[in-house]
């Protein structure tokens, strides 16, 4: 039985994800597949609105950090609105406060999205991915940091030298323009 209502819309333009009742671990992937829907449709930036959460157990917790995480590395963030006092002494304790961005309100989340959305001169690109033909195929590259990405390696584990998933990354070379896989 689920314990928490979702409820998304639209402010201007900022998709809002309202979350009401108490999210526990019975709840959580079904509010994790509504974020990342709201993310895939509205762009990678979502508000999730928290007045009326009552309460939040540490895999909802979780569960908004990885769709956060997610967020950060589209580009985007998830931003938190309007918690509730209980709400927001767990967010103390667990020193999540500070990781994540709290608004009063939907209203100034919305505000601050928007104004972090608009391009500055002295802003800094955003990574962006791009295609580089190599081997007789076009892969997607990251341009800042020069890296191809490919298919899953066998075995799942992290690239030392460019601190990514391994199965993620393929090193290039710029001489020849040949590619290897990342090593240990």
Known sequence: MFTVDLIIRDVDGQAVVALCGELSLADTPDVAGHLIAAMATFGPSV???????????????????????????????????????????????????????????????????????????????????????????????????????????PRREVCRSQRMARDACVKRRPTGGTTTACHY
């Open 47 to 153: 508000i999730v609105d928290l007045a009326g959460l009552d309460g939040i157990s540490y895999t909802g917790l979780s569960v908004l950090l990885r769709v956060r995480k997610w967020a950060r590395r589209s580009g985007g963030d998830l931003p938190l609105a309007a918690p509730r006092q209980p709400v927001r002494q767990i967010l103390a304790a667990t020193g999540l406060i500070g990781v994540f961005s709290v608004y009063p309100s939907v209203e100034e989340a919305a505000n601050s999205t928007r104004r972090a959305q608009t391009w500055s001169p002295g802003a800094p690109e955003q990574p962006r991915a791009a295609m580089v033909a190599g081997s007789g195929r076009r892969r997607p590259v990251c341009r800042t940091a020069g890296h191809c990405m490919i298919r899953p390696l």
